[in-house]
């Protein structure tokens, strides 16, 4: 594959599904309900036809499996799009993410057996019980939860993690979260301090925001901030993902305004539901209007929505997407002039090391 610019290519965030059984008040999809692409789902075909199998072999040691707007538990393809990735490269790591309500024993035992060691997943879960949980995850099903953590944990090599965001309403429920991880054979917690809060983003959420949690924990920058508490003795083997992270970092152009992440790998290269390749998923996000306190622009006036078209795998073949000379607008801006997405997520005075490397921050 001859691709003219220096992308990272070894970390790539897809978004399987735009589906969700959920109504979460802070996810786009409750946000933004006129979203184009909403339920949807990624097909396999298409999967195959942008990532053929010299390309997972050449370049990819990693696919986080979440997306903006869906969960791709819900893409009808996923176990067939997975099991893809694994015969072809079995040491490739599949990080699924995940709220995990109401898929059927078979469906996760079948999930379980194609899943090995170089794998993880994440259940989204804030709660610990149904009444709890639905408090943000609404509509979600506690017991199929509780269920497919169970059977992942006993049946699969993977790596699986109870993954919690600090709200209002679960800020003091740490331990009783922490015992049901345990139980449910959960290899650690991820705890997430949130940004999508009133302190935050005061135009947004008004002046009384009743999931906002304590200031500690909230996060103290304009990314979300977590913390892994491991509950075994297993670890997961990152070695090479974080050495290349790390060489990317030292060895990245910082002369710029910006220090960009989806040069580093920290960040996967997005591929949302229709094929649309950007840089990362800060940039696909369905945001009505974004500031960075000098500039606005608006989400349907934005480079990465006004070029979607000529961003399309599947219409288009990775390789052209990737070598588009339209992104070398998108370079030029991060010496002087940057891309409000951009300042506000990869600006080179927050991207320091910690920032642009971590294992789990992505």
Same mark, same amino acid.
């Given at each position: 594959m001859n691709i003219l610019y220096d992308w990272q290519l070894y970390? *790539?965030?897809?978004?399987?599904?735009?589906?969700?059984?959920?109504?979460?008040?802070?996810?786009?999809?409750?946000?933004?309900?006129d979203i184009p692409w909403l339920n949807k789902e990624l097909k396999y075909k298409d999967f195959v036809r942008a990532f053929t199998p010299s390309f997972i072999k050449k370049h990819?040691?990693? #696919?986080?499996?979440?997306?903006?707007?869906?969960?791709?538990?819900?893409?009808?393809?996923?176990?067939?799009?997975?099991?893809?990735?694994?015969?072809?490269?079995?040491?490739c790591h599949v990080f699924t993410i995940t709220n995990g309500s109401y898929k059927s024993t078979d469906w996760w035992k079948h999930f379980a057996y194609i899943s090995n060691q170089f794998d993880t997943i994440n259940f989204s879960v804030d709660g610990f019980n149904q009444v709890t949980n639905n408090k943000y995850r609404v509509n979600s099903d506690f017991d199929s939860i509780m269920n497919g953590m169970n059977i992942m944990g006993q049946e699969s090599a993977a790596f699986v993690y109870w993954a919690a965001i600090f709200f209002r309403f679960n800020?003091?429920?740490?331990?009783?979260?922490?015992?049901?991880?345990?139980?449910?054979?959960?290899?650690?917690?991820? *705890?997430?301090?949130?940004?999508? #809060?009133?302190?935050?983003?005061?135009?947004?959420?008004?002046?009384?925001?009743?999931?906002?949690?304590?200031?500690? #924990?909230?996060?103290?920058?304009?990314?979300?901030e977590r913390h892994m508490e491991l509950?075994?003795?297993?670890?997961?083997?990152?070695?090479?993902?974080?050495?290349?992270?790390?060489?990317? #970092?030292?060895?990245i152009n910082k002369d710029g305004l910006i220090t960009p992440l989806c040069m580093i790998g920290n960040r996967g290269m997005f591929l949302n539901v229709e094929g649309v390749v950007h840089p990362c998923g800060w940039v696909s996000y369905p945001y009505d209007v974004m500031s960075d306190g000098v500039k606005k622009i608006k989400y349907k006036d934005s480079f990465f929505n006004v070029n979607r078209h000529h961003f399309n795998a599947f219409n288009n073949g990775l390789e052209l997407v990737l070598s588009n000379p339209l992104w070398q607008k998108l370079f030029d801006s991060w010496k002087s002039d940057p891309f409000v997405e951009c300042n506000l997520k990869c600006n080179s005075k927050l991207v320091d090391y910690d920032y642009a490397v971590g294992y789990e921050t992505n």
């Open positions: 970390h *790539w965030a897809i978004e399987p599904s735009s589906k969700c059984t959920l109504k979460c008040p802070r996810c786009p999809r409750t946000e933004y309900p990819v040691k990693r #696919f986080t499996m979440c997306g903006d707007v869906g969960d791709p538990i819900y893409c009808k393809d996923y176990i067939d799009i997975v099991h893809y990735i694994k015969t072809v490269k079995p040491d800020q003091d429920d740490q331990k009783s979260i922490r015992y049901l991880a345990k139980e449910h054979n959960c290899d650690g917690i991820q *705890w997430t301090k949130s940004t999508k #809060f009133k302190s935050k983003y005061t135009y947004q959420y008004g002046h009384i925001d009743m999931l906002e949690p304590r200031p500690e #924990f909230v996060s103290s920058s304009d990314r979300y509950l075994t003795n297993r670890m997961i083997d990152n070695i090479d993902y974080m050495y290349t992270n790390t060489t990317k #970092f030292d060895t």
